[in-house]
């Protein structure tokens, strides 16, 4: 079997050829792209995930003035690409392989402790979200940065989800109202200058700007040689031309909008401290919000002091919510994982999940002891008592600001899941399972299960457990040691979260254009006239 730099290397090559931008756009689009009918039904198995398209992305910005031959047949060659990304792949399972001589702890702790085993699992696991739930979350999570925005660049919230909407929905109609061939594909996702879009808001063009390259004055990811390195493509997923802008994956300029101005923020001297508190307090602040839309606001509590006597503070629990003798507590965290754990580096990758969920497990499960036993007062931050009846089953949730690649193998990594573990979820996770567990019992039974059978469950992502909840495929049969769930059982919510989202999205969007006129340039960015364009 040939090594990764082996691999690479031939890829590096082919990424040197004139036209391997409209090779990606081929690939992007027939492994990402879907019809409504099959949106939840593709076999992710055999296709190429998001982050291999970006990857494939970063070769391209890395080459893109190489011009060392041209790629003659995309279809063929995209087949070769797809090949080679699997090859890829298949260098890193050598480091699963479970050696005899070795116990489950100490198989675990070689996992935790080798790079490539990091590497692999952040790299190849899912987006962690839907692309129209990171810009739904933006104007939640900068509410307190908007001005900073405004004043460093010129930049208000609303345009910001205004434009993705835009972009969206207009390249949904691109999609079922034209025909693209392999070689022209690339049209599809490029915006013309000229367009109604910056026809309506002129501003969508300097927000567009800030998170472009221009090939034409500079060259990017110099050091891009391993899928851990820090790829600029993921911060910068526009392409400027002369005259129009390419957006080979725009669910990566989603990803963007809602993470780029957080580092923005740390650029900043003067406004790096505000920035780290505001993201603490909106962290809170987006979970109540999520739980106060599904559950009544008496029975949840934020920023409880549990009290072990006046002088001594067990713990501090950001939010709990109770409802006869059951507790849930919520600790939530706004801990990124950092570019460092990405690249594999072992001790910042331990570092960063302790940050984000060792900390807070800790945290949630410390004052149970005395919660159950009446031991302990709890008190709001403003010094008020609360009282609340006494437990008999508690159980609680780590939740993190952002999307944190495959918790449920991370987890696995640090804890002996047969004794006792977190459950963690992202706040988009968090969004997606309170559609379906929307009242507090069904919350309450689906976390009892899920502890129940903590140390025989398999599953990259929380929302596949729920999924297999929800369809009555999680109960504890005594005859199986181990289940495994994969992500196919998250698609479902494919058809029944994601397109509601996406209609709800559309209305947005046909009341952004509702204005436009027949000689106004087209909205989809074509660069025509409306009335010979998608007016036709």
Known sequence: MRNYNQVFNDLENISKKKNFLKTVI???????????????????????????????????????????????????????????????????????????????????????????VLKEIIFYSGTGAYDLQYTEFIAEKYALDEDWLIKKHNIKLNEVIDLYTHIKIALNIKINKYKFSTENLIDLYTIDFNSYLFELNPNFRNILNLFSVDLSFQEYNLSFKDIGDYNEFKTKPVIKTQNSYIIPLPSLLATALNENFFYWMLEDDDYKKTALNNRGIVAEKIVFNSLKKKFPENIILCDVLVKQSREITLTDLDILMQKDDKLIIFQIKSKKL???????????????????????????????????????????????EIKIERPNKIHSLCIVLDSFPSLNSHIRLFYNVNKEAPIALSIFDLDTLLQYLD???????????????????????????????????????KEFDYMFFDNSFAQQFDKTYYLPLLSKHNKIFHQLIKNIQPTNYCFCGSGKIFKDCCQL
């Open 26 to 116: 081929y690939l992007s689009h027939i492994n990402l792209n879907s019809t409504t009918e099959n949106i939840n039904k593709r076999d992710f198995q055999i296709l190429l995930n998001e982050n291999e398209i970006t990857f494939l992305l970063g070769l391209c910005l890395k080459n893109s003035n190489k011009n060392q031959g041209v790629i003659t047949d995309i279809k063929s060659e995209g087949a070769r690409i797809h090949i080679l990304m699997n090859e890829l792949h298949s260098t890193f399972l050598e480091n699963f392989t479970v050696k005899e001589s070795l116990t489950s702890e100490d198989f675990h702790n070689s996992q935790r402790n080798n790079p490539e």
């Open 338 to 384: 950092t570019q460092l754990s990405k690249q594999g580096n072992v001790e910042r990758y331990k570092k960063d999940f302790e940050q984000a969920i060792t900390q807070a497990y800790e945290q949630a499960i410390k004052p149970y002891f005395h919660l159950y036993n009446e031991k302990c007062k709890l008190l709001l931050k403003s010094g008020k």
């Open 439 to 477: 009242n507090f019992d069904t919350l309450f039974d689906y976390l009892s299960i899920r502890n129940e059978m903590m140390g025989k469950l398999f599953s990259e992502e929380e929302i596949s457990l729920v999924q297999a909840f929800i369809s009555k495929k999680l109960t504890n049969r």
